[in-house]
């Protein structure tokens, strides 16, 4: 049972360039999200979906898109890769309100 | 505005020793609190989640409280052991409609032994 996989565990960008951060999870979650952690501060959730086809903005949506086209994937796009983006991206995912599982996080550098 | 409060920020204990961390928050409408594990390098892992009616919840060595009429919980640890060595987080979830959860910032804490 994977759980939350994320891929890749780390990644440098230079300023400008864009990347896909993957999800997957095998738990049949309708819930999913993404989060990022910057050091010394909460992680604060950047967009969730609450099934396939549906996503929404959180609270740090700006510089990134994700798309939900099945139950299991929920990729995170950056399009023009900037220092503040600069961060430790988390992704989890729930049952409605249950229990959150979360990835082992990707390492992103953008220098 | 939603906000997690934890205490300390940090802490060193020795191996064997209990300790407890505290949380207070004001999340509004309060669904539930949970308690999370964070591992240098690794993802959160949950450790308990607590509904309004809850005041105690444990999980092996890991004990929290939950006050929801001061709104604040603590998570105690028993006997501690050099794995517990990590942050732990507490999370409390807004009944939005959405599951939004509010995260503190963590009290990092350090069993030396």
């Known amino acids: 049972n994977a759980g939350v996989t994320q891929t890749p565990k780390f990644r440098i960008l230079k300023i400008g360039q864009s990347m896909t951060l993957q999800c997957t999870q095998d738990?049949?979650?309708?819930?999913m999200y993404w989060y990022r952690q910057d050091p010394g501060m909460g992680l604060k959730l950047i967009y969730y979906s609450v099934g396939a086809g549906i996503t929404d903005k959180g609270e740090v949506p700006n510089g990134y898109n994700v798309s939900r086209s099945t139950t299991e994937d929920f990729p995170l796009r950056l399009e023009l890769a900037a220092p503040s983006q600069t961060s430790v991206y988390f992704c989890?995912?729930?049952?409605?309100?249950?229990?959150?599982?979360f990835g082992q996080g990707t390492r992103l550098t953008v220098v | 505005k939603n906000q997690v409060e934890q205490s300390p920020q940090s802490l060193i204990i020795l191996e064997g020793k209990n300790c407890t961390l505290q949380c207070n928050y004001t999340v509004s409408p309060f669904s539930n609190l949970r308690w999370y594990k964070q591992d240098t390098g690794r993802g959160p892992v949950s450790l308990t989640i607590m509904t309004f009616s809850e005041n105690t919840k444990s999980n092996g060595r890991y004990t929290a409280t939950l006050d929801a009429d001061t709104k604040q919980s603590s998570l105690h640890i028993t006997a501690s052991q050099l794995s517990d060595s990590a942050s732990y987080i507490c999370v409390v979830s807004a009944n939005t409609g959405f599951q939004k959860l509010v995260f503190g910032t963590g009290t990092r804490l350090l069993v030396s032994p």
């Open positions: 989890a995912s729930s049952y409605s309100t249950g229990e959150a599982f």
């Open positions: 738990m049949n979650h309708n819930y």
